[in-house]
Nanobody, 121 residues
Framework: QVQLAESGGGLVQAGGSLRLSCAAS??????MGWFRQAPGQEREFVAA????????YVSDSVKGRFTISRDNAKNTVYLQMNSLKPEDTAVYYC????????????????WGQGTQVTVSS
């Protein structure tokens, strides 16, 4: 049984940092990524990491501020979020895909329950 367990969300002031973690159990995946969904908006791609070479993809909206990394030994993916802005406020979802280089929501096979990130101004 596959499970994705996220942690690390919370409330932070603008300009601050948070680190999200997502531990996968049950199997390994070629791609692990992060999406986010703000109230009234569609779920959008944030970042993804594809092994074995850890090729990473980051959306333009967070490029230069967010970094995705992966610990294959722990089957865990991280999202380091720096210089947070109020517009980063959303529920952040971890996702896993067998497809290499997956960036579309439809390409992901499993999803975590989501963790709230709130950035105050």
């Amino acid at each position: 049984q596959v499970q994705l367990a996220e942690s690390g969300g919370g409330l932070v002031q603008a300009g601050g940092s948070l680190r999200l973690s997502c531990a996968a159990s049950g199997r390994t995946f070629n791609t692990m990524g992060w999406f986010r969904q703000a109230p009234g908006q569609e779920r959008e791609f944030v970042a993804a990491d594809s092994r074995p070479n850890s090729i990473t993809y980051v959306s333009d909206s967070v490029k230069g501020r967010f970094t995705i990394s992966r610990d294959n030994a722990k089957n865990t993916v991280y999202l380091q979020m720096n210089s947070l802005k109020p517009e980063d406020t959303a529920v952040y979802y971890c996702a896993a895909a067998q497809r290499w280089g997956a960036r579309s929501r439809d390409n992901y096979d499993y999803w975590g329950q989501g963790t709230q990130v709130t950035v105050s101004s």
